[in-house]
């Protein structure tokens, strides 16, 4: 299994500007072709302008595989061409991690 673990910075004040863009406009696209977040947070204290999602692959073949076919999607350009017109997205840092054997994700 591999984890795709996404960490979005958004511009203070914005951040549940940005989550509705992508509730209303992103996320039926995303999870048609990724299936459903492991995870989907944002943070309560902190750096409080963050956003963290999780999404679970096979392996490297199986995202690029999903994730090409999600860039495909004209659902998903529109709502990419939308999220770019906001400008609430300031960073995106992304790792690719494997779950330890004692992980309780089993998949």
Do not use: C, F
């Given at each position: 299994?591999?984890?795709?673990?996404?960490?979005?910075?958004?511009?203070?004040?914005?951040?549940?500007?940005?989550?509705?863009?992508?509730?209303?406009?992103?996320?039926?696209?995303?999870?048609?072709?990724?299936?459903?977040?492991?995870?989907?947070?944002?943070?309560?204290?902190?750096?409080?302008?963050?956003?963290?999602?999780?999404?679970?692959y096979e392996d490297a073949a199986d995202?690029?595989?999903?994730?090409?076919?999600?860039?495909?999607?004209?659902?998903?350009?529109?709502?990419?061409?939308?999220?770019?017109?906001?400008?609430?997205?300031?960073?995106?840092?992304?790792?690719?991690?494997?779950?330890t054997k004692f992980c309780p994700i089993k998949r």
């Open positions: 299994m591999l984890v795709d673990h996404r960490t979005y910075r958004i511009k203070p004040g914005m951040t549940q500007a940005h989550l509705d863009i992508y509730e209303q406009h992103g996320l039926a696209a995303q999870t048609r072709h990724l299936g459903p977040p492991l995870a989907y947070l944002y943070a309560e204290s902190g750096d409080v302008n963050t956003i963290v999602h999780q999404w679970a995202r690029m595989r999903r994730r090409a076919n999600m860039w495909a999607d004209p659902e998903w350009l529109a709502y990419i061409k939308r999220l770019n017109e906001s400008g609430y997205l300031v960073e995106q840092r992304t790792s690719l991690m494997i779950p």
